[in-house]
């Protein structure tokens, strides 16, 4: 009927109570469970809350429950008669959460302020102030005053704790006497807002108190601090612990796995983590060792079940249309929505709603819908959003927006977008095309497919407009100059191309070796070149002489070689042959070819 | 000796964005110092007065910071509930805030517990301010009204119901004590006279108004809401002067710099723009890591405070000016000064080439810090040498380490259309000279290869752009037959292909 809320609260107290588990439910209404049966002991609900229960707290001695509510009451109850046996305004707020103190005498709650109740009286003993937001959690940290000299009324000089919404600092608090400062003694921050606290209560004055914080963020902060009076700066954590899926080579990297819960052992030395989703918890006993300031557990929990949220998001669903039906989509006016009317595939739910006459259940629609994701592929639905992202981005000139829709490799994609753009943004589009065609052509090549597609669609409009040629001039002309090249690059590369298939063809001579036939070649090589022009040869020494220069002037410092300077030429040729010394016609086969051919060009 | 001729550097329009007067006034700032704060930053506000500190109003709290200090001078947190805009008086002595609870507040800088408390609203109070008499405060609510406060009685004057929806944003003129404007997400901005006890001009926005600005001298009204920026003429009866449509999200916060001269706008789209007040046009634009919900310039716009909706606050100072001078030399009235004539220094190139080594001029430029910075400077070199037709020797006789210094270069440039002519040349000597020795080194093999992939890609590009050059022509060929002369002179030799084609 209402949703229903947790908040447990342990089932201490009285002896033939042991067994009962309290829920507290959004409506109000709190329900006792036998654990033992099974089943449900009770409910307490008449004079009770009439909005959402917050906590519950069971008193150690009277079996009395505690419990708090948005409605900003706080009840105390007679669990065996099941009646309201206190009702009183605990905040001008809901109040979140209830605290009894370690003799069972005084209350502690938290809404707006915290408040110290007598709960003898219900009157209030104390009131603490300081937290900006409403007080979210609360816990009593020790169960004897720090100096044991005064004598012990059951309350003054103890310690607690309270954490705040939206809040990442923990404040501990120390009860009083009447006329001393009533802010918090210390605090400790933690990175993001409390969700789950546990400690260790302190016994004796040397003992410390641990604090184990698990926060939003999945991280869990360990403290460990003497509690011993006013500390003026927020305590860091001594010890953080994360966990982390195992990154598998370069695709998967690690990536958090949050941690819920986190409560000790009654050791005090380990830790019992809860983490991975809500829905499948996995629970760990992790000893504790105080001297890492940071942990990071590696966990896998891939084989664990877990809702997939992103790949829910992702899919897009059409719906199903009526054909009368009009469909007025946000955007920007003139431009249309690439929803289509329903295809081939919802017809059988057509004739269904023909057929059955009545409306078709919500499940056959969804289930509908969903034969129609399988069909429809993804380009109807990115063309639909590329041009209004393309439009905002060249409005607001936003370069990340504009990169995303620019560098999309799909043809298609790009004609539909660029059908698809209203008429005036038409120039600053060819404007960012012209800032863009500039770079590498890697990412140029795609600019051009933008720009013909642009101009091929929008020819008729284009040449309509008056102040075309100053427009466009620009471009055209960045254009014509990157042309320019055209010939002297298609040469280049034409001898680029020789040279790598000399360079492949070498390596693969290399490997497999067939001697006999190697020698006719060269030969026929030889008289090839004798044939040709004396300007070659010219050429030849020419350059042969340059580098015989060159090197002689880096040789004198170096003292390497002592060869004749004329034989040097030469000498490069027979470096090749050195090192592979059985085939020496072919090096020089694949030595003279490209020369020839390439001064033939 | 003296005769010798630096090689002419030289120097390529950069492409691209222009570097105007404003990108380089507002690139001028440090990097950012971000402060964490409790909440989102609905509000910050500079004191008018000397030391220009700011209020930054962020959930329940307000922080006074001090122009460098990293962390609050001063807390108001007597606040039950969220504030919203905590706005300094003229003389900087007192600040005043609405509560989300419906209550205005006023404190004294230095005092910590609120001097006047105005209650009366039933909602929210998201705008309040300080009139130009400095004795009363405007405010304006969730509960559609509009309200003014006397300050010594802490008695409400007027109140005004002529909004129908929640009031947003209000501002009170800094020329008449008895105007003020308030912008509602009823669409309209209202302007009242608490003379007349009605308001006396009202325009259309058209969107939920969520700021509005009055020029100092009062006479433009600027409002922002929905993805518009639009100004008003207050003086011709609210007539609308332009509307600017630059931001692709909602537009939160408006701010003037202090010369008036330009406009800033920050919007949720991470964004904030500088608009110049003469031509209204986009002028400069800062990104940031987050939605923008308020946004202040100090005095003489010594720094930008932005306020995001994460809660990190972002405050930029300007750059100190360098200050340069030197003490000038005391010097005595009859002292006639005489400049030495500069001796002026070769670069290193230079004297290299100047002594005719061709190698080692070309060494030095093709060192990686010269080759990335200023790949210019190697390209002037390789053309110098190219002229004096040594190039050749030059580039022969290196090592494997050296001839991948010189491919690598290639690479990087050879793409670049005003290098290109004189790279290929120089590629084309390359791979004449070493063709000898190709397949020694695998290093330099593969380079060759990466060269090769290079410029298969940019004849695939270029023979792209050669077709588009072709569908421009028809363009362009349409344009010509209607007007009938020749418009391109520039482009007119571009081509001659078109003209067979149009005869």
New interface residues.
């Given amino acids: 009927e209402s949703p229903q809320r947790k908040r447990k609260s342990e089932a201490v107290g009285m002896s033939n109570q042991t067994d009962l588990l309290a829920l507290g439910t959004a409506v109000g209404s709190i329900l006792l469970y036998s654990t033992v049966k099974g089943e449900l002991h009770s409910k307490l609900i008449s004079g009770g809350h009439d909005n959402r229960v917050n906590c519950i707290q069971w008193h150690q001695d009277s079996g009395c429950l505690y419990s708090c509510s948005d409605d900003k009451h706080i009840v105390e109850w007679n669990v065996q008669t099941c009646k309201v046996k206190c009702k009183w305004k605990g905040d001008n707020s809901s109040v979140s959460s209830l605290c009894i103190s370690p003799d069972g005498k005084m209350l502690l709650s938290a809404g707006?302020t915290i408040k110290l109740w007598v709960l003898e009286t219900k009157e209030v003993y104390r009131h603490f102030t300081g937290h900006?937001?409403p007080v979210s959690s609360l816990m009593f940290t020790t169960i004897r005053p720090p100096n044991e000299s005064q004598p012990f009324d059951g309350i003054t000089g103890l310690y607690f704790l309270s954490g705040a919404v939206?809040?990442r600092l923990l404040n501990v608090w120390q009860v009083r006497s009447e006329n001393k400062e009533k802010s918090a003694v210390m605090s400790f921050t933690v990175t993001d807002e409390p969700v789950y606290i546990d400690l260790t209560l302190s016994e004796n004055k040397e003992e410390p108190v641990k604090l184990a914080v698990v926060c939003r963020d999945g991280q869990v902060h360990l403290f460990e601090h003497i509690l011993n009076g006013y500390c003026k700066k927020p305590l860091t954590s001594n010890c953080t612990i994360q966990i982390a899926t195992p990154g598998k080579g370069k695709k998967s990297t690690p990536k958090p796995i949050p941690i819920l819960a986190a409560g000790f052992c009654s050791d005090k030395m380990s830790l019992l983590l809860v983490y991975g989703s809500w829905f499948q918890p996995t629970i760990e006993r992790v000893a504790l060792n105080s001297r890492e300031p940071h942990m990071c557990l590696v966990r896998d929990i891939s084989n664990c079940w877990a809702p997939k949220v992103e790949t829910a998001i992702t899919k897009v669903r059409t719906p199903v249309m009526n054909s009368e039906a009009k469909v007025l989509v946000p955007g920007i006016p003139g431009h249309h929505a690439a929803i289509k009317p329903a295809p081939p595939q919802t017809e059988q739910v057509e004739t269904k709603r023909k057929s059955g006459g009545n409306e078709v259940s919500i499940e056959e629609r969804l289930g509908a819908m969903d034969i129609d994701t399988h069909k429809k592929g993804k380009e109807d639905l990115q063309t639909n959003s590329f041009p209004v992202l393309l439009t905002?981005?060249l409005?607001?000139?936003?370069f990340e927006?504009l990169n995303k829709v620019l560098q999309t490799r799909n043809v298609n994609l790009i004609k539909k977008t660029v059908l698809r753009m209203p008429l005036h943004t038409i120039i600053p589009l060819l404007q960012e095309l012209t800032?863009r065609l500039?770079g590498?052509?890697?990412s140029?090549?795609l600019m051009?497919?933008w720009?013909?597609c642009v101009?091929?669609v929008h020819?008729s409009y284009?040449?309509t407009l008056p102040d075309?040629?100053p427009q466009?001039?620009t471009?055209?002309?960045?254009?014509?100059?990157?042309?320019?090249?055209?010939q002297?690059?298609?040469?280049?590369?034409g001898?680029?191309?020789l040279?790598?298939t000399?360079?492949t063809a070498?390596?693969k001579t290399k490997g497999a070796t067939s001697p006999g036939q190697k020698a006719k070649l060269v030969y026929e090589e030889e008289s090839s070149e004798e044939e040709s022009d004396d300007e070659i040869a010219d050429k030849d020494s020419e350059?042969n002489w340059?580098?015989d220069?060159?090197?002689s002037?880096?040789e004198k410092d170096e003292d390497v070689e002592e060869e004749d300077e004329d034989a040097e030429g030469k000498d490069?040729?027979n470096?090749?042959d050195r090192?592979t010394a059985s085939e020496k016609e072919l090096n020089g086969d694949?030595?003279l070819d490209?020369?020839n051919e390439?001064e033939e060009e | 000796m003296a005769g010798y001729k630096p090689v002419a550097i030289q120097t390529y329009p950069i492409l691209g964005e222009k570097i105007t007067q404003d990108t380089l006034y507002w690139n001028n700032y440090k990097t950012p110092v971000q402060i964490k704060e409790f909440g989102a930053v609905s509000k910050v506000d500079f004191s008018p007065q000397p030391p220009y500190n700011y209020a930054v109003t962020a959930s329940s709290r307000i922080h006074i910071y001090g122009r460098y200090s990293q962390e609050p001078i001063k807390t108001f947190s007597r606040f039950k509930d969220t504030a919203y805009c905590a706005t300094f008086r003229q003389d900087g002595r007192l600040l005043v805030a609405g509560s989300e609870d419906g209550g205005v507040q006023l404190f004294d800088i230095s005092g910590r517990a609120p001097l006047r408390q105005f209650e009366g609203h039933t909602k929210a109070v998201h705008t309040v301010d300080f009139t130009a008499d400095k004795y009363h405060v405007v405010s304006g609510a969730d509960d559609y009204t509009v309200k003014l406060w006397d300050i010594p009685n802490s008695k409400e004057i007027l109140t005004f119901k002529e909004h129908s929806d929640y009031v947003r944003c209000g501002c009170a003129s800094k020329l008449n004590p008895d105007l003020f404007i308030t912008g509602s997400y009823d669409h309209t901005v209202k302007m009242f006279d608490a003379r007349t006890s009605e308001s006396v001009l009202c325009v259309e926005h058209g969107q939920p108004v969520e700021s509005v600005l009055l020029f100092p001298s009062g006479g433009l009204l600027v409002s922002a809401g929905g993805r518009y920026v639009k100004v008003w003429d207050m003086l011709k009866g609210g007539q609308l002067l332009v509307s600017l449509k630059n931001h692709h999200k909602t537009v939160t916060c408006l701010c003037l710099s202090s010369s008036g001269q330009r406009l800033l706008s920050g919007s949720l789209d991470r964004k904030v723009k500088v608009y110049s007040t003469t031509s209204y046009k986009v002028v400069h634009s800062f990104d940031y890591a987050a939605s923008i919900l308020s946004l202040a310039l100090a005095h003489e716009d010594e720094t930008i405070v932005v306020g995001m909706t994460n809660g990190i606050l972002s405050v930029k100072h300007r750059k100190s000016e360098a200050k340069k001078e030197s003490l000038p030399r005391r010097r005595r009235p009859d002292d006639i000064l005489i400049n030495r004539p500069a001796k002026k220094h070769l670069e290193l190139y230079d004297r290299d080439l100047k002594h005719f080594r061709i190698s080692k001029a070309l060494d030095r430029v093709l060192d990686p810090s010269c080759t990335i910075k200023t790949p210019e400077i190697t390209v002037s070199i390789i053309k110098e040498l190219n002229r004096r037709g040594v190039l050749a020797n030059a580039l022969a006789g290196r090592d494997e380490k050296e001839i991948s210094h010189v491919l690598n270069f290639l690479i990087r440039n050879l793409s670049q259309p005003r290098f290109a002519p004189v790279l290929i040349n120089a590629a084309e000597i390359i791979i004449d000279i070493y063709l000898p020795v190709i397949g020694q080194s695998p290093v330099v093999d593969k380079k060759f290869l990466v060269l090769q992939g290079l410029v298969e890609k940019e004849i695939d590009y270029q023979r792209e752009l050669l077709e588009t050059l072709g569908m421009m022509d028809m363009l362009f060929a349409t344009m010509r037959r209607k007007e009938g002369t020749s418009v391109l002179e520039h482009t007119s030799d571009g081509f001659p292909e078109n003209k067979k084609i149009e005869s």
């Avoid at chain 1, 471009?475 to 320019?484: A, D, G, N, T």
């Fill in positions: 707006r900006a937001t939206h809040d905002q981005g409005e607001s000139n936003d927006i800032k500039q590498h052509p890697n140029a090549v051009v497919q720009l013909k101009l091929t020819a284009l040449s075309l040629v466009l001039g471009l055209y002309q960045l254009m014509e100059s990157r042309v320019k090249t055209f002297k690059l298609s040469h280049l590369h001898k680029l191309i040279l790598i000399q360079v070498s390596e350059d340059d580098e220069e060159e090197e002037e880096s490069e040729e470096g090749e090192d694949s030595d490209p020369e390439s």
